[in-house]
């Protein structure tokens, strides 16, 4: 799988789970530290638990290992790293906070398929 690929992939996951506005930015170019943004909410704490767990066991079966995953225990925002690339999982009101798609809004949005 190209990198592209595992981020689809998790964005994927991500929508068969029912996290809610779901988004894969293509950073490229702009950052050195990954590839792709995959960023998604989660209704609640629970939620963004559930669906960090499901990203990173859809990714494991692919062979793609989280480095690391910081932020859980009800923080409102799970951030994983993949090496290129980086899923956050929010609640809707951290992720309002944070507006991350805002800093990145001059790149490539990569639409999911549901």
Known sequence: MTIKEYA????????????????????????SFADYFVIASGGSERQVNALVDDVEDALAKEGLFAKSIEGKQNS????????????????????????IEKVWGDCNFIEVEE
Request: glycine content about 8%; proline content about 0%; charged content about 30%.
């Open 8 to 31: 689809l992939l998790a964005g994927k996951t991500l929508s068969d789970k029912k996290a809610q506005d779901i988004v894969v930015i293509d950073i490229q170019g702009k950052a």
């Open 76 to 99: 409102g925002w799970v951030l994983m790293d993949f090496g290129d690339i980086i899923v956050n999982v929010f609640t809707k009101e951290q992720r309002e906070k944070y507006n």
